[in-house]
């Protein structure tokens, strides 16, 4: 251990520098689920993997997009646009054109929901088997009661 942390067995209190308790400390998890809450709903996750190839227009993502209405798709865009995700530029040109791009941020959180969508990929056959058997109440586990 180097000199600086030779105080680690101290209790709580005596220690110098406590960690302040607060909703995040707590609670890690907590500041994850808000933005979870925020930007992941049903059809974010495809929009934003669908704008991060590059521009894209509504038409696209909604051509691209299985199952989106264009209301749900205008609402989607909106609140994306609201929290930095998407920057939304309109060309001057008739017919008008608009295009949706993915923002810095936008870009670094795909990486992660394409690593989440993989993982989904890989494993959705081995949770539809859990669902079957947890179902039919062939789960494998126990079944002592607690007294």
Request: aromatic share 6%; net charge neutral; with cysteine.
């Amino acid at each position: 251990m180097s000199r600086s942390y030779t105080e680690v067995t101290l209790p709580l209190e005596t220690a110098t520098d406590p960690i302040p308790v607060t909703d995040q400390t707590a609670n890690p998890a907590c500041t994850v689920m808000a933005i979870l809450d925020r930007v992941a709903g049903k059809w974010a996750i495809g929009i934003l993997i669908a704008a991060a190839r590059g521009p894209v227009r509504f038409s696209e993502l909604e051509r691209g997009i299985a199952g989106i209405s264009r209301r749900m798709l205008t609402l989607n865009l909106r609140k994306l646009e609201r929290e930095g995700l998407l920057v939304r530029t309109v060309y001057p040109v008739v017919p008008p054109r608009v295009e949706y791009a993915c923002t810095p941020m936008a870009l670094e959180l795909t990486q992660t929901l394409l690593s989440l969508t993989d993982w989904a990929s890989r494993h959705s056959d081995e949770i539809s088997r859990a669902h079957t058997a947890y179902d039919t109440g062939d789960q494998g586990r126990s079944t002592s009661t607690f007294l």
